[in-house]
């Protein structure tokens, strides 16, 4: 069963820049491709952005230019940077694990609170 955790999150002031950490504590073998979601208070849960285990990348079109991400097979991790933050991008952001067939493997994480405020 695919743990993922992640980790990372914190208080930053526009423009400032975090890094996101999604780490698969057991079943990593099992991942294809890993993703990005946040929710901000009283909004529905968002993509925002994804990766294969080969890292080819997908973006939301909001995130498009400002975010990056990147996987770390021997630390079975994903990373995602987020640059140049606005305070839009305050919400708890989770990761999630897809298998070969993109079948959903885990569960939902805990996630990680970023805030962004001046």
């Known amino acids: 069963q695919v743990q993922l955790v992640e980790s990372g999150g914190g208080l930053a002031q526009p423009g400032e820049s975090l890094r996101l950490s999604c780490v698969a504590s057991e079943g990593y073998f099992s991942i294809n491709a890993m993703a990005w979601y946040r929710q901000a208070p009283g909004k529905q849960r968002e993509y925002v952005a994804a990766?294969?285990?080969?890292?080819?990348?997908n973006f939301a079109d909001s995130v498009k230019g400002r975010l990056s991400i990147s996987r770390d097979h021997a630390k079975n991790a994903m990373y995602l940077d987020l640059n140049n933050l606005e305070p839009e991008d305050t919400a708890v952001y989770l990761c999630r694990a897809y298998g070969d067939s993109g079948q959903r493997v885990g569960s939902w994480g805990q996630g990680t609170q970023v805030t962004v405020s001046s």
């Open positions: 990766i294969t285990s080969a890292g080819a990348a």
